[in-house]
C-alpha cells in the first residue's frame, strides 16, 4: 500500500451522498489534508483501491445502494484496503449503531451534527495512530526481511566452508571427483525413505534431514591427515598402513570439535558431523574402526553414510581399482549386508538404490562408468586386515 510520505499532508477520502456534507467537510479538512470525495460507496471503493491509498476514510452510513455498512465490510475484507482507518459520520446515534460500526471494523463514530474541532482532534489522533501503525509495520517487515537476508546468507556461508573443507580432502585424490556431492543425496535420500520407518522416524525430522545433507561431505575430512603415500598408494597397503589410514576418522572428528571449540558453542550439524566422520567405518557386527561398536551404538548418521560412501567407493574408480557397474555394487551390498549395515537401512537401500543410480549419473565424474562389468574385489578399506 502506498502511504503519504512525511513532507506530504495526509489523504482523506470521504464518503457521502449528500452534496451539503461533502461541501461541509471540504470546508472543515481542506487547509490541513489533502481531500477526496465520493456520493456513493461504489465510487468510494474504487478511490479506496487506487494509487495512493487514502490514509482515511470518512464514511456515512445512508446511502442509496450500497450503504456505509456494506462499504465498510468491503474495505475491510481487501487487504488493499483493510489497514485504512475508517470513521464512520452518520445522523444514525443509536448505541446499536454504534455497536454495528466497530464491530465492522471502524475505528470511530462521529454522529451529526458534528463539532468541528472534536472531529479534527479524532482526526488527527486516528491519524497520528495509522502513521505510527504503518512505520512499526514496515519496519517489521524491513527486519524480517533482513533477517531472512542475514540467515540466507550464514547459510551459504556455512555451505560455502563445509564444501571448501570437505574439497581439501578429496583434492588430494584425483580419482573421487563428485563423490562429495554424491554422498550428500544418497543420503538424504536414504533418510527420507526411512523417515516413516517405526525405529527411524523419532529422529529423522525434516530439520534433522536437512542437518544430515549440510553435514555430509565433512565424513572424510580426516584425510587432510593421512600422507600422500597411502592414500594414494596403487597397491594394496600393509597392516602397518592400514592403522595409519584408519585415523582418519578421529582426525575428521578431532578437526570438527576443534573448529567448534574455536567457535564456543555447539552446532547442530557440527555435532552430526562428529558423528559421521568418526563412525562412518563401523559395521553393523562390531568388525568396523575405531571403536568396533555395534548394532545401534552406531550413531543413525553414521549409519546412513556407511551405506552411501561404501556404493560410491564401489561405483567409482580409484586408483588401486576400477570401478564397478551399479548392478554389481548393488549386489555386493546386498551381500555383505547382514556383517556391514543395520538391516533397516540396508533394506532402505535395495529400496531405492535406482534413485542411488540416478544420482550417481547426474553428478558423475567425467571418466564415470557406472555400465562397467568388470567385476572387482571389495573396495581398499574393506579389504585391508
Not at 70 to 96: H, M, S, W, Y
Not at 181 to 193: E, I
Request: glycine residues 6%.
Amino acid at each position: 500500500m502506498i502511504r503519504s510520505g512525511p513532507s506530504e499532508k495526509p489523504t482523506i477520502l470521504v464518503i457521502d451522498d449528500t452534496p451539503e456534507n461533502l461541501s461541509l467537510m471540504q470546508f472543515l479538512l481542506r487547509d490541513l489534508y489533502l481531500l477526496k470525495g465520493a456520493n456513493n460507496g461504489e465510487r468510494g471503493l474504487e478511490i479506496a483501491q487506487a494509487d495512493p491509498a487514502p490514509d482515511l476514510i470518512l464514511l456515512d452510513v445512508m446511502m442509496p445502494g450500497m450503504d456505509g455498512h456494506e462499504v465498510c465490510l468491503r474495505l475491510k475484507q481487501n487487504p488493499r484496503t483493510a489497514d485504512i482507518p475508517v470513521i464512520f459520520l452518520t445522523a444514525r446515534g443509536e448505541l446499536e449503531d454504534e455497536e454495528m460500526g466497530f464491530a465492522l471494523g471502524a475505528v470511530d463514530y462521529i454522529t451529526k451534527p458534528i463539532s468541528p474541532s472534536i472531529c479534527l482532534a479524532r482526526l488527527r489522533t486516528h491519524l497520528a495512530l495509522k502513521s505510527t501503525a504503518d512505520f512499526l509495520r514496515d519496519q517489521n517487515v524491513f527486519l524480517e526481511s533482513e533477517v531472512a537476508r542475514r540467515t540466507r546468507e550464514v547459510n551459504a556461508i556455512q555451505d560455502v566452508t563445509i564444501l571448501a573443507m570437505a574439497s581439501l580432502a578429496e583434492t588430494r585424490d584425483a580419482d573421487t571427483g563428485n563423490h562429495i556431492r554424491r554422498t550428500q543425496h544418497y543420503v538424504r535420500a536414504l533418510a527420507w525413505k526411512l523417515s516413516a520407518h517405526p525405529r527411524f522416524r523419532d529422529y529423522l525430522s525434516m530439520a534433522t534431514i536437512s542437518m544430515l545433507f549440510k553435514s555430509a561431505p565433512l565424513h572424510d575430512i580426516g584425510k587432510v591427515g593421512i600422507p600422500d603415500y597411502i592414500l594414494l598408494k596403487k597397491g594394496r597397503l600393509t597392516a602397518e598402513e592400514f592403522e595409519v589410514m584408519k585415523t582418519h576418522t578421529t582426525l575428521g572428528r578431532d578437526a570438527i570439535a576443534s573448529a567448534e571449540k574455536a567457535l564456543g558453542l555447539e552446532v547442530d550439524f557440527l555435532t552430526m558431523a562428529k558423528q559421521i566422520a568418526y563412525s562412518h567405518q563401523e559395521k553393523w557386527d562390531g568388525s568396523g574402526y575405531p571403536e568396533g561398536l555395534a548394532g545401534d551404538a552406531i550413531p543413525i548418521p553414521a549409519r546412513l553414510m556407511a551405506v552411501a560412501d561404501v556404493y560410491d567407493a564401489l561405483i567409482s574408480r580409484r586408483v588401486y581399482k576400477e570401478a564397478m557397474s551399479h548392478a554389481q555394487a548393488v549386489a555386493m551390498i546386498q551381500q555383505s549386508g547382514g556383517q556391514h549395515f543395520d538391516p533397516d537401512v540396508l533394506d532402505a537401500f535395495m529400496q531405492i538404490h535406482q534413485q542411488f543410480y540416478a544420482i550417481a549419473l547426474t553428478y558423475g565424474d567425467n571418466d564415470f562408468n557406472l555400465q562397467s562389468t568388470q567385476l572387482q574385489g571389495p573396495t581398499r578399506l574393506e579389504s585391508q586386515p
